[in-house]
């Protein structure tokens, strides 16, 4: 499989890593991973969130129709 070398910017902190993957996906992953914690949510954390007013994100709306690059 080859890879590529994609340059992944933090937005918050501006900090830029070089993270060599397979796919964009891969890259933003392999980033995340440092920063996040994630897990399945239980009820409380739904019941608890929600009546603060978070809403729900889709990640399948966020990654649609993302085209690669080539440089």
Do not use: C, K
Not at 4 to 33: E, F, G, K, W
Not at 53 to 58: D, F, L, M
């Amino acid at each position: 499989m080859s890879t590529r070398i994609y340059l992944v910017t933090d937005r918050d902190t501006q900090t830029r890593r070089l993270i060599r993957a397979a796919n964009q996906a891969q890259a933003v992953r392999h980033a995340a991973q440092s920063r996040f914690d994630i897990q399945v949510a239980s009820q409380d954390n739904l019941v608890t969130l929600l009546a603060a007013g978070q809403a729900v994100e889709s990640a399948a709306q966020a990654t649609e129709a993302e085209p690669e690059t080539t440089a």
